[in-house]
């Protein structure tokens, strides 16, 4: 039982030796790669640098201990840090001792929504989330995070820090301000993170950059010519934090405590899923929400942010030779060596840089390629990408998302009220139906129509079933017979059955037309026989297959 709750008790007993060195050499990589960027990414949250090492201590702890993935690198990323300067900015100016005690809140309720949907097994739930409407989102959130980073790249305190139309207007207006020491910084710290990790990407390249621009400022005192550095980082562990939960914080929060679940979810299961197919084990994914959500809760009692799986830092994990959860608990106590005895060495660190580094990481996160492969494939959901991209940077990210979400749901709606149809005829060499319009020497019958529908039925598309039926009966004038083939038909709603029994009732009244049934499948012949359809109709919904109903024709069985 305890197994199943806590999946450490599950590797290890089982711990290899031979592992230990890969954990190792792992927990120590992402650990030097997660101080730089957990401090970048709080300060993208709104929130003192400090938190983003609080975030990546008992979180990254409490995910090993209930966590199914092996190699998933949990912690701050950019994403999860945009939304929540989106979502709690809208209530409380950033950086307050207000801001910091919502975020705290807003914490403990991704952790209690994630656990729940863990408990209730609902992770099915963010399947209503497609890859076109992520990938649009996700690119969209970029350029909104890497724009968000400008004031501090050029050293002047824009004042619209949202909306990526403003901040370039005011960045055009303002151009005489900015600080050249500072871009200078900035810029030099993008050139070396985009060289360094392509020519030797081994080397943890943020680090370098950091430490780089701590000694060139420290000696050449640049703080005095208005480059603005970190100053004082709080030393030591995190101290007992409650958050202050209110009916008013928590209706307020509630949407975007929501978007941020789905979301973080999404980009921690796609990349345990990834990376576990490669291993040969399993994720699971209700047991994944349990471990993010308890992380999640657990942070929040120990000043931290909301966290989830990063893409970027799981693939070094999982390159730099983790197999188990214990690079994780390396890491975790790593960055807690450093809260206690060196947060001292980050005082010079220029903002410039963090900013440099956050442009640098979200950068790949834009996803063109992705939306020129939709519009390939079909446009209908190229379009969602394009809606979901455009809705993001016009409205806000929490909008975006929103409008995406819906919008992808009527193209869904529209796809299944709209299916493919097709009209079948006999290929006498090859022994199969096929659509006479991919084959036209398929052979037809003059009294006989085979027609097959290749979706569902339901209240939504029974008129389109019903207009296209009409429109085949009406060039065939002699058809006597209509073999409806049911072999893509996996379900169908009362409504959709009732509309058929119509249509039957209306042709069988008015034309003379028989309807008979091939290929239906156990869960609709279950339907059909609830409505009664056996005292109704007999044998006309069971024939096996197209052959045994044209079999039955010609037999004058019906």
Do not use: C
């Not at 001292?344 to 996160?365: C, D, T």
């Not at 059955?497 to 609709?524: C, R, W, Y």
């Amino acid at each position: 039982m305890i197994k199943k709750l806590m999946p450490i008790f599950e590797w290890l007993p089982n711990y290899k030796k031979s592992d230990l060195s890969g954990d190792m050499s792992a927990g120590l990589i992402v650990a030097i790669m997660l101080i730089p960027q957990g401090m970048a990414y709080a300060m993208l949250a709104g929130l003192p640098p400090v938190i983003g090492l609080y975030a990546s201590t008992v979180p990254l702890l409490i995910y090993a201990l209930f966590g199914t993935s092996r190699q998933l690198a949990v912690g701050p990323v950019a994403m999860v840090s945009l939304l929540v300067l989106a979502g709690v900015s809208t209530i409380a100016e950033p950086g307050t001792d207000e801001y910091i005690s919502l975020v705290l809140l807003l914490m403990f309720m991704i952790g209690v929504i994630q656990l729940l949907m863990g408990i209730l097994k609902l992770g099915f739930l963010v399947n209503f989330m497609s890859h076109a409407v992520i990938s649009g989102f996700t690119s969209a959130a970029a350029i909104i995070i890497g724009l968000s980073q400008l004031k501090h790249l050029i050293g002047v305190s824009l004042e619209a820090d949202k909306d990526v139309f403003l901040i370039l207007w005011e960045t055009v207006n303002r151009i005489s301000e900015i600080n050249p020491v500072t871009l200078s910084i900035g810029v030099i710290s993008i050139i070396l993170l985009i060289v360094l990790k392509k020519v030797i990407p081994k080397i943890p390249a943020p680090l370098i950059v950091v430490v780089a621009s701590i000694l060139t400022v420290y000696f050449l005192q640049l703080q005095n010519t208005g480059v603005k550095i970190i100053g004082e980082v709080p030393q030591g562990l995190p101290s007992l934090s409650l958050p202050a939960v209110t009916g008013e914080a928590l209706i307020a929060l509630l949407p975007i405590a929501l978007t941020i679940s789905f979301v973080g979810f999404m980009e921690s299961i796609a990349m345990a899923k990834a990376i576990a197919a490669k291993e040969k084990y399993k994720v699971v994914p209700n047991k994944e929400l349990t471990g993010l959500g308890l992380a999640n809760i657990g942070g929040s009692f120990f000043s931290g942010y909301p966290v989830t799986g990063g893409f970027s830092r799981s693939a070094v994990n999982y390159q730099a030779g983790a197999r188990t959860p214990l690079a994780t608990i390396i890491t975790a106590v790593l960055i807690t060596l450093t809260l206690l005895f060196f947060t001292g060495l980050f005082y010079y660190l220029p903002n410039a840089v963090l900013a440099a580094i956050i442009m640098v990481a979200v950068y790949s996160l834009i996803d063109v390629k992705e939306a020129k492969y939709l519009f390939k494939i079909r446009k209908a959901d190229g379009s969602v990408w394009v809606i979901t991209f455009l809705a993001t940077l016009f409205f806000g990210i929490v909008e975006g998302i929103i409008i995406g979400v819906i919008y992808s749901l009527l193209v869904f709606v529209g796809k299944r009220s709209y299916p493919h149809v097709a009209e079948l005829g006999y290929l006498e060499e090859e022994r199969v139906y096929r659509n006479i319009q991919r084959y036209p020497n398929a052979e037809t019958e003059r009294e006989t129509l085979i027609y097959r529908f290749d979706s569902s039925l339901f209240f939504a598309n029974m008129g389109i079933f019903e207009d296209r039926l009409n429109e085949r009966l009406i060039d065939k004038p002699d058809t006597k017979w209509v073999v409806l083939d049911f072999s893509g038909v996996n379900t169908i709603d009362a409504v959709a059955i009732h509309h058929l029994e119509e249509i039957m009732e209306t042709q069988a009244n008015d034309h003379g037309v028989i309807f008979l049934f091939s290929g239906v499948k156990g869960p609709v012949r279950d339907l059909f026989e609830k409505a009664g359809w056996e005292k109704k109709y007999g044998d006309v919904y069971k024939f096996m297959s197209i052959n045994h109903a044209r079999q039955a024709i010609r037999e004058e069985r019906v």
